[in-house]
């Protein structure tokens, strides 16, 4: 499953590379996969590709990881840019 030091990368950096999103957004996104995920929000800002991409999970994190993004993007208005139909997941972590 490919080379080491990619998959030493944290998934925050790619995050960052991908969507030139702020390090706080990165690691927010990572946070909430990692708690959709059932691991501790404090070590998101250490998580991993090897840990997203861990084929035991079935692409699970992977998946949330993006949807944490997707969910998170704002339109040229300020608005969401992409909204799930049902209740907000991001509920229990906007002030």
Do not use: Y
Not at 20 to 41: E, F, L, M, S, Y
């Amino acid at each position: 499953m490919g080379s080491r030091p990619l998959l030493r990368l944290h998934i925050w950096r790619v995050e960052q590379a991908a969507f030139d999103n702020r390090t706080a957004t990165c690691k927010r996104h990572a946070r909430i996969a990692a708690g959709w995920c059932g691991v501790d929000g404090a070590r998101a800002g250490s998580l991993t590709l090897a840990w997203l991409l861990d084929e035991r999970t079935g692409g699970a994190r992977l998946a949330a990881w993006l949807l944490a993004i997707s969910l998170d993007m704002r339109d040229a208005h300020g608005g969401h840019a992409f909204r799930l139909s049902g209740p907000d997941p991001f509920a229990h972590v906007r002030s």
